[in-house]
């Protein structure tokens, strides 16, 4: 059975960093292109960031380059995702995922097997 169990989120004031946790079980995570999407309230799921099974490759969406970092360490089956400079339109769920085998768009929802329960990360202004 596989399970992405995201950290707690929290709240925090804008400006404050905080640094979000996915860890898996039950897929072989070290061949699993992984991602990390959000979603606020009344507004659809969106692309936050992603890392191909090796870390060589990270893709980011454009409101998070500069203040949001993604990694993994596959020897202990995590995802990180480091938020600095929190806005208050980061104020969302945020989900981890776990892609399929062959990836074409790291952005797409689609591509994602997996999914986390997700992690609320309330920013206040």
């Known amino acids: 059975q596989v399970q992405l169990v995201e950290s707690a989120g929290g709240l925090v004031q804008a400006g404050d960093s905080l640094r979000l946790s996915c860890e898996a079980s039950?897929?072989?995570?070290?061949?699993?292109?992984m991602g990390w999407f959000r979603q606020a309230p009344g507004k659809e799921r969106e692309f936050v960031a992603a890392?191909?099974?090796?870390?060589?490759?990270?893709v980011y969406a454009e409101f998070v380059k500069g203040r949001f970092t993604i990694s993994r360490d596959n020897a202990k089956k995590k995802l990180y995702l480091q938020m600095n400079s929190l806005q208050s339109e980061d104020t969302a769920v945020y989900h981890c995922?776990?892609?399929?085998?062959?990836?074409?768009?790291?952005?797409?929802?689609?591509?994602?097997?997996?999914w986390g329960q997700g992690t609320q990360v309330t920013v206040s202004s």
């Open positions: 995922a776990a892609a399929r085998t062959y990836i074409i768009d790291y952005r797409s929802a689609e591509e994602y097997v997996y």
């Open positions: 039950g897929l072989s995570f070290s061949t699993k292109g």
């Open positions: 890392i191909s099974d090796s870390g060589i490759t990270v």
